[in-house]
Each structure stands twice: as C-alpha cells, then as structure tokens.
C-alpha cells in the first residue's frame, strides 16, 4: 500500500519535547494497527509503543509516563515527554494486521517506515 513516511525528529536536550508523525493515509481506519519501534546503534530494534483498531495504547516500561502514541485520518503520532539520554535512537513507524494486547515483536512487522533520527545531547 501507501509508503510509510516518519518526520518530526532531531536534536533535542534531556528533559526536552519532540512530537514524531508516520503519514499513514493507506492504513488508519483499516483493520491495520500501528505501532513505533526504535534501535540505538549496536541495540537490537525495541517496541516503544502500539496503538490497535480499537484505539488500545501499549507501551514499553521504559517510556510510560513519558510517551504518547496517537492517529488522526492520516498520521500515526508519538509524543515524546521528559526526554532521557536513553531516548537517542532512530524510530520507525510499523503496520501489522493482527490483535496482539502487546507490542508485536519486531520480526512480525511486515511493514516498516525508513526511520526519523531523535539524538538527545546536552
């Protein structure tokens, strides 16, 4: 379908705000759910957070609290609170077509967007 397309990142300072959007226009309001992943050079790719059809929120231990995944018609969303060092990685935008009451592993994505660089320096 559609090409994934990510925006919204860059340079921030800890305790900073950035607010990540995937145009998803071929996706929203299908039976297809979304969610956003990220990988720091070296690290395996992580889930940060899924939103499903029914508009379920999961997120990662690590950023609850912090982040917030959301979609309008044509964008998938995450905004990014109280930004950490933790945080520097390059997040991508995922589609996936089954119910899962958790993040999917990544190996189950079976489509991804080529990524938006966050990099959190002092």
């Known amino acids: 379908q559609e090409q994934l397309m990510e925006s919204g990142g860059g340079s921030v300072q800890p305790g900073g705000s950035l607010r990540l959007s995937c145009a998803a226009p071929?996706?929203?309001?299908?039976?297809?759910?979304l969610a956003w992943f990220r990988q720091a050079p070296g690290k395996e790719r992580e889930g940060v957070a899924a939103?499903?059809?029914?508009?379920t929120s999961t997120y990662a231990d690590s950023v609850k609290g912090r982040f917030t995944i959301s979609q309008d018609n044509i964008n998938l969303y995450l905004e990014i609170h109280s930004v950490e060092y933790e945080d520097t990685a390059m997040y991508y935008c995922?589609?996936?077509?089954?119910?899962?009451?958790?993040?999917?592993?990544?190996?189950?994505?079976?489509?991804w967007g080529l990524g938006t660089q966050v990099t959190v320096s002092s």
């Open positions: 995922a589609i996936y077509s089954f119910k899962a009451g958790f993040i999917p592993r990544p190996q189950a994505i079976p489509y």
């Open positions: 071929g996706y929203i309001g299908t039976t297809y759910c």
């Open positions: 939103i499903e059809t029914d508009g």
